[in-house]
């Protein structure tokens, strides 16, 4: 049975850093592409970073240079670093699976459940 399970969510202030992960079993981490996908209260959901199975990696422009897509292929776990957090980083937080490399929350099929992000000011 295919299970995402993330973790590591919690509060910070503004500047702060948190790292995400997502444990993944009955499939490989490395077997398709993976996404971490937000939703921010009242707001659509958002991808935020992408990676495929050869290792590519992508990230909405929101989050360049501040936040880090990876795997550990061992583990078979997802990761998330966000490093200089924002109030607008504000969310729960997804991992998904997908057979594209895309940041578009429609083209990923199983979720986790998600974890709760909040970053104060």
């Known amino acids: 049975q295919v299970q995402l399970m993330e973790s590591g969510g919690g509060s910070v202030q503004a500047g702060g850093s948190l790292r995400l992960s997502c444990v993944a079993s009955g499939f490989t981490v490395n077997s398709d592409c993976m996404a971490w996908i937000r939703q921010a209260p009242g707001k659509e959901r958002e991808g935020v970073a992408v990676?495929?199975?050869?290792?590519?990696?992508s990230y909405a422009d929101s989050v360049k240079g501040r936040f880090t897509i990876s795997r550990d292929n061992a583990k078979n776990t997802l990761y998330l670093q966000m490093n200089s957090l924002k109030p607008e980083d504000t969310a729960i937080y997804y991992c998904?699976?997908?057979?594209?490399?895309?940041?578009?929350?429609?083209?990923?099929?199983?979720w986790g459940q998600g974890t709760q992000v909040t970053v104060s000011s």
């Open positions: 998904a699976r997908g057979r594209y490399y895309s940041l578009a929350p429609r083209d990923y099929t199983q």
């Open positions: 990676i495929s199975i050869s290792g590519l990696k």
